[in-house]
Structures are given as structure tokens and as C-alpha cells.
């Protein structure tokens, strides 16, 4: 048996031409497959603008930055995502903060949002950056009442959900990043992610105005269009408006990205069905508890879709338990050490015990091998060797 890694890339010989052809083609950057993706991933998502950036931190750093983020701002996100979901705050010089996890779903508790902000005058946080974890959505319909009733903002981190939907109180299917209930919402492709371009991150959005700032953001705060120009010598000019980066994803990984999205429903498909195998094998195991069990019936249209990023079982004994199964070549992972805990936080004074409920989550949690191309024998074989270790 070859090792089995917990989440890997699914490149189809299509993925490989699709990058050939851009590689003979005029443009290796900045092409015309650029405009393409963004539309199609725009179309996936049901939002009404795309824009493609060179990962999914950039994407966050833009997000942060058209929101004006700035040293005066306070934000607040989960202790139980990937580093960068906090990072992008604190580019922008701005302060961090955190409000523990519901552990029965693992993402950000809203009641506990609702403390925090309870406990100081309005206007004191600017913003919050809720993850769709593991590939659960966020109830961003409830997040986005409370962020009007304090004037707040919200980054949705939706890396793990493309293709996940809640339904809302009108009966409505809001797609995971469709920009309905949240300002904006960034998505990573990085290879374990649902679409795999190596680097690359998409930032979505219904705003027009944030839409127009991070066009010009992502590429050195630069703009060509006529009618924003101060001035215009010719047919080279172009402006500087703005600080910006150079955070642009390249048209041959873009390409890359078309062809991928092009399986996206597919992927989707696979991981649930993953996921029911899991749930069955698991469901009685006293030894293990399944966060997000599938108990609703996505393709019913009701209720929530998960889009299983990653499938994270619970176990009191999960050391053992991934150390056993890398003896098995089963290279199952944590998601996540709580942000909070990390040095480069501690050093701005959070510490072990702030966040009592992250900190027993991360103890016992483990994401199983989750990815399309995984088979049925491989999977078979994981869930035997979790069950040999637990019985
Ligand atoms: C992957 C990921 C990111 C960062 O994406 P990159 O493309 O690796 O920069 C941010 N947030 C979450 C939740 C992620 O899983």
C-alpha cells in the first residue's frame, strides 16, 4: 500500500493540457485566462465579482486592506483555523483577537462573539473573520445581524467550503463565499484544497467598491483605466494611486484552475461520499466521536452542505492513534494547534487557557485521509486500521 496522505491534489491528463497549451500561448501572466477564471468561479459561487490573486494569504491581506484595516483596528477571528486567517489583521498593523470555538461544530462560537462584543463601547472592533472549518458553514446569516447591530465588517475565510451551502431563515441556498451575508469571502488553492493550482486564492465579493480596490491592490496599486486617471499623457500611461502589491496568479496556474473548477461538483460528490463511509464506520465506535456527522440530507436542499475539506474525527487517545497510523502509512493531521498558543501570539500576550474550549478541541482531534481520488480500497483500509487501533 502506498502512503496515504490526508488531503492531495487530483491532476486529470485535461489539467495537464489545459497548462500546456496557455505555456505556448502568448501570456505566462496576465493573460486573458485570468478573467476567465474569475468569471467561472464567480458563476460557481453565485457572486458577482472574482478577483484571482497569487494564494489564499494574499487574498486575505487584500481583503484586510480594502477593508482599511490599520493600526487603530481590533478584529476577531477563531482560534481553530490556519495562522493566516489572523495574520492578515496584523499586516495591516492592526490587533487580533479571538473568541473560542463551539465544539460541537469547531467553528467560531457566535454567543461567544457576542460577549466579546458586549464587553466593550461600539465601535471598539471593526471586524470579524469567521472560517467555514473543515468545510462546515458559517451561519453567516446570524453573523451578519450582529455585525450590523455594531457596525462591523466580515471576512469570510471560505478555504475549506467551495461548493458548501447553509440554507437561510427565507429558505434561501447561500453558497459558501457567494458574498450574500459576509462583505467579502477568500478561498485558497493551494493542493489540499477542493481546487488545486499549486498557488493561487480568489477573493469574492458583491461590493463594487471593494471590487475596485483590490483590482488595482493586487497589482501595485496601479490603474490604467481611463476614467480613474488624474491625468492622461497616452496610450502608456498609467497611475500609481495606491501602496499595492504584486499579488497577481499567474494565467498558466489559472488555466490549471478552469480545468479544475470544471470537476469541482464532481469532487464535492466524492468527498461526501467519503465522508458517509466514515460515518458509518464510525458512528458506534465509542472510542470516537465525528465532528459534523452527516446527519442532514445535503442533495435534499435543506439544512447545511458540507463541503469536506477535511473529515476530523475526536479521539482521547489521538496521539496514539496518528502515531499508529503512520506506522500503517496512513498520514492522517491536525487541524489545527489553536492560533493563540503559537509563539508569534504569545508573544502579544495570549497564552494557554485563554481559550479553554480550542485548546480541548485540538487535543483530540485528527482529520482522516479526505480527498476524491482516494479509493474505496485505500479508504477501506484506513478505517480498518482505526478501528484495529480502537477495539
Ligand atoms: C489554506 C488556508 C489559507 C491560506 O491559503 P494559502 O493559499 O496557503 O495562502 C487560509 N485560511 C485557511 C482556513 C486555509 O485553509
Redesign the pocket.
Known amino acids: 500500500m502506498k502512503p496515504i496522505p490526508y488531503g492531495r491534489q487530483h491532476i486529470t491528463q485535461e489539467d495537464i493540457d489545459a497548462v500546456i497549451t496557455t505555456l505556448q500561448s502568448d501570456y505566462l501572466t496576465q493573460g486573458p485566462k485570468i478573467e476567465e477564471f474569475e468569471k467561472k468561479f464567480a458563476q460557481y459561487i453565485g457572486c458577482t465579482y472574482a478577483v484571482a490573486v497569487a ?3 494574499a487574498a ?1 491581506h487584500l481583503c484586510a486592506l480594502a477593508l482599511d484595516v490599520n493600526e487603530n483596528s481590533r478584529v476577531i477571528t477563531t482560534p481553530i ?2 495562522a ?2 489572523a495574520n492578515c489583521v496584523r499586516y495591516c498593523g492592526g490587533e487580533v483577537h479571538f473568541a473560542d470555538i463551539d465544539p460541537s461544530t469547531g467553528l467560531l462560537d457566535i454567543q461567544k462573539v457576542r460577549q466579546l462584543l458586549e464587553s466593550k463601547p461600539k465601535g471598539y472592533y471593526q471586524g470579524i473573520i469567521p ?1 467555514d472549518f473543515a468545510g462546515y458553514p458559517v451561519d453567516l446569516e446570524a453573523f451578519r445581524k450582529m455585525a450590523d447591530e455594531y457596525n462591523l465588517w466580515i471576512i469570510e ?1 471560505a ?2 467550503a467551495p461548493g458548501g451551502y447553509f440554507t437561510d431563515s427565507k429558505g434561501i441556498k447561500q453558497n459558501c463565499g457567494n458574498g450574500v451575508y459576509a462583505d467579502v469571502a477568500i478561498f ?1 488553492f ?1 493542493p489540499v ?1 477542493h481546487i488545486a493550482t499549486g ?1 493561487g ?1 480568489m477573493i469574492t465579493t458583491n461590493r463594487k467598491d471593494i471590487y475596485e480596490k483590490l483590482l488595482m491592490l493586487r497589482t501595485h496599486g496601479i490603474t490604467r483605466k481611463p476614467e480613474l486617471l488624474h491625468e492622461n499623457h497616452g496610450g502608456w500611461y498609467y497611475e500609481m494611486q495606491t501602496l499595492g502589491y504584486n499579488y497577481r496568479m499567474p494565467d498558466m496556474l489559472t488555466a490549471l484552475g478552469i480545468s479544475q473548477l470544471d470537476r469541482a461538483d464532481e469532487g464535492i460528490r466524492r468527498r461526501r461520499e467519503i465522508a458517509r463511509r466514515y460515518d458509518e464506520a464510525f458512528r458506534e465506535n465509542s472510542e470516537i466521536t465525528i465532528l459534523n456527522p452527516s446527519v442532514q440530507e445535503p442533495d435534499k436542499g435543506v439544512g447545511i452542505s458540507h463541503a469536506y475539506h477535511l473529515y476530523v474525527i475526536q479521539t482521547s487517545r489521538r496521539k496514539e492513534l496518528y502515531d499508529y497510523l503512520r506506522s500503517q502509512q496512513i498520514f492522517a493531521q491536525v487541524h489545527y494547534i489553536p492560533v493563540h498558543t503559537m509563539p508569534a501570539y504569545q508573544e502579544l500576550g495570549w497564552k494557554k487557557g485563554d481559550f479553554t474550549l480550542s485548546e480541548a478541541y485540538y487535543q483530540k482531534c485528527l482529520s482522516l485521509p479526505m480527498y476524491p481520488s482516494l479509493t474505496d480500497e485505500e479508504q477501506q483500509y484506513v478505517i480498518e486500521s482505526v478501528i484495529r487501533f480502537t477495539t
Open positions: 494564494n489564499g494569504t486575505l483555523t490556519f493566516a486567517s472560517v475565510d478555504c475549506h485558497s493551494h484544497k498557488e486564492g
